[in-house]
């Protein structure tokens, strides 16, 4: 069981930047094929993937977001990160953390993360 905590939403102004993270109670590398990866929801739209990584680090990015946005990790204290640089208005959504094994560390809907944080909203204003 993995329990994933979300912070450092906010609001931002266009162009500003915000860093998300999303504390793990264990580290999801004590499961198999670990992926750890970002995901949001804006108002009225469907959930998009953002960002993943794996034990090896960044696996996949959003094309619309790569080179915007940065996903990381601190294995020493169990802390994933999202650096978002350049935001913009569109970049408002609740911002999930989620973490699976064994599923592959794509951005779709199929297979599904098995671990879930609550989110963290992110507003950007023009």
């Known amino acids: 069981q993995v329990e994933l905590t979300e912070s450092g939403g906010g609001s931002a102004q266009a162009g500003g930047s915000l860093t998300l993270s999303c504390a793990a109670t264990?580290?999801?590398?004590?499961?198999?094929?670990?992926?750890v990866g970002w995901f949001r929801r804006a108002p009225g739209k469907e959930r998009e993937g953002v960002a993943a990584?794996?034990?090896?680090?960044?696996?996949n990015y959003a094309d619309s977001l790569k080179g915007r946005f940065t996903i990381s990790q601190d294995k020493s204290k169990n802390i994933f990160y999202l650096q978002m640089n350049s935001l913009k208005p569109e970049d408002t959504a609740m911002y999930y953390c989620?973490?699976?094994?064994?599923?592959?560390?794509?951005?779709?809907?199929?297979?599904?993360?098995?671990?879930w944080g609550q989110g963290t909203q992110v507003t950007v204003s023009s």
């Open positions: 990584l794996d034990s090896n680090g960044p696996v």
């Open positions: 989620a973490a699976r094994s064994n599923g592959g560390c794509g951005l779709g809907r199929i297979p599904p993360y098995n671990y």
């Open positions: 264990r580290s999801p590398s004590r499961y198999t094929n670990f992926c």
